[in-house]
């Protein structure tokens, strides 16, 4: 009896190692992708790496900003979608969170959600002043839909691609932009003002987008 209850137990402990994460709400597993948050603009051949801080005494949020020396790692985690509004159909892309290494519970947050009705007009609604921030993982729908992203490979020889997709109706944000205190926010590029693609990387070769 012993031995049977301790395989049962080894099993078991397997099993619940290998199940998806339903922390929040949210049905995920990590991906096994993993880097720091990388930009790059091959074209203008110009990089920089972001993470997360906030000033001395302040209750805020974390807030993503360029460093020259940036550490902090990030894993993608495939998520089931909280509900059919959520994206999620892209060919050779996969859907869900991208969370702190450090603390898994804690999810990369877009500061903007964009949409654009039938007229073309484009609505941008903003929390946190438009600045990407590091906060809880939730299952709530508005918060999730800042925090859902994809991630795709691309070009076999470049890094996996970031994108902010929210909603299915939400405008793709897959660009990163600096403010004048070098906060980082995301954007859908519409107004083509070569901001850098979004990288989950060690690294991002020249010959990269």
């Known amino acids: 009896m012993k031995v049977s209850a301790i395989v049962f137990a080894a ?24 880097g720091k948050i990388i930009g790059h603009n091959g074209g203008a051949k110009h ?6 801080n906030f000033k001395a ?17 990030f894993e993608f985690y495939t998520c089931e979608a909280p509900s059919d ?3 999620g159909a892209a060919l050779g892309a996969s859907y869900g969170q991208l969370r702190s290494k450090d603390d898994k519970n804690m999810c990369v947050t877009s500061g903007t959600s ?6 073309g007009l484009v609505s941008i609604t903003s ?20 925090q859902w992203f994809s991630v795709s490979q691309g070009v076999p020889t470049c890094p996996p691609l970031l994108s902010q997709m929210g909603f299915k109706n939400d405008v793709t944000q897959s660009y990163i932009g600096q403010n004048n ?27 990269c987008k």
């Open 11 to 34: 099993a078991f402990f397997a099993l619940s190692q290998a199940a998806p994460s339903s922390k929040n709400g949210l049905k995920c597993k990590p991906s096994g992708k993993t």
């Open 47 to 52: 990089r920089d790496m972001y993470e997360f």
């Open 57 to 73: 005494g302040s209750s805020g949020p974390k807030v993503l900003r360029a460093s020259d020396d940036a550490t902090q790692e």
């Open 85 to 87: 509004k959520f994206a």
């Open 114 to 119: 964009v949409t654009k009705n039938e007229d």
């Open 127 to 146: 929390h946190n002043d438009g600045r990407v921030t590091l906060e809880k993982c939730s299952s709530d729908e508005e918060t999730a839909r800042r």
């Open 181 to 207: 205190d070098h906060t980082a926010h995301f954007e859908a590029n519409l107004f083509y003002n070569m901001d850098e693609h979004i990288y989950l990387a060690d690294k991002v070769p020249n010959g």
